[in-house]
């Protein structure tokens, strides 16, 4: 059964992915510091949402799932484009230019083999970590069907969002270990729909979840240095059921066309959208001859801007291949 509000909630997710990343779009001068790190705070980490929304379509879906059939949708869907779209920047980054966000002593490897450690960590570009860590829940994925149908699988769920908060992101595996906790969180959602859905969509409880949603917020400002804190994760899975009851409250009224679009080309967006964010930023530093500073609202312009760009590359390149996008851009 199609669900509109998780629909919806994709096209949320990927706005505050892209959203994330334009920031640094920008240079943030001293007299604009604080809005730079409210912007970390409130924008950055949507991978949570994303790993969440994965969470809840994989149980929503389980009545359909084969074990043949769901590999090779993951090999299509997602594999075969990550490999594709990588190629332009392994290339870049091992020939060209040197990669800072990789570990000490990278590059003193052969370049065959730096090939596979970006294809194996995604750090080649700031969103593809993604890419190699979801692709362990891929893995896991039998196992997960069977335990979704034990009647005390998710009594867990307290314990691996402690763990998620004693581990912080770093390698494949431990971004695994640390985003399991909500990737489970959809999965319950999913899993108790019929109870949950009427729970989250009450208006007390939406504003419980606002008003803990800006009291981590607060936490993380006053008390925490940087950002991607425990905090911060705690922050955004309260986010994800917020806004999760928010789209089941609002339901048909959420029925946009662009909202739609934004939806169906998501994945899509977010295999392209470093690329996009990247020549733009590079084109207009070489217009102007200088670095781009940063306002509020010329970062709100911006976000969009970059957003709608990849959506409607992404619209027209489904377009004209059809089905066959899927394997170019995952959409």
Sequence with gaps: MFLGYIHSFRALAILFIVAGHVIDFFIWPENKSEIERLLRIFISNGSVLFVFIAGYLFQHLMGKYRNKTYFLAKL?????????????????????????????????????????????????LAPLWFIPMI??????????????????????????????????????????????????????????????????????ILWIFAILVFSFAITEYYFMAGTMTYINYLQKITMALFFLGLFIRLGEKLEYKLIHIIADTSFGVFFIHSYILTASKLSIENLLGSKIIGNIVLYGFVAVLILLMCVGIIYVMQRLLGKKSRYLVGS
Aim: charged residues 10%; hydrophobic residues 50%.
């Design 76 to 124: 299509k869907n997602v594999i075969t484009p990550y490999f594709l779209v990588s190629m332009p920047a392994i290339a870049v980054f091992v020939f060209l230019i040197s990669r800072d966000t990789v570990w000490e002593g990278f590059y003193n490897n052969p370049q065959w083999l730096q090939v596979v450690y970006f294809y194996l960590t995604g750090l080649h």
């Design 135 to 204: 692709s362990l829940f891929y893995i896991i994925a039998p196992i997960l069907v069977k335990a979704d149908k034990q009647k005390y699988f998710y009594w867990i769920l307290p314990i691996t969002i402690i763990i998620s908060c004693l581990v912080s992101r770093g390698l494949p595996f431990q971004n695994f270990i640390h985003f399991f906790s909500v990737y489970l969180l959809g999965m319950f959602c999913s899993h108790y729909k019929s109870q949950v859905n009427s729970v989250l969509s009450r208006t007390s």
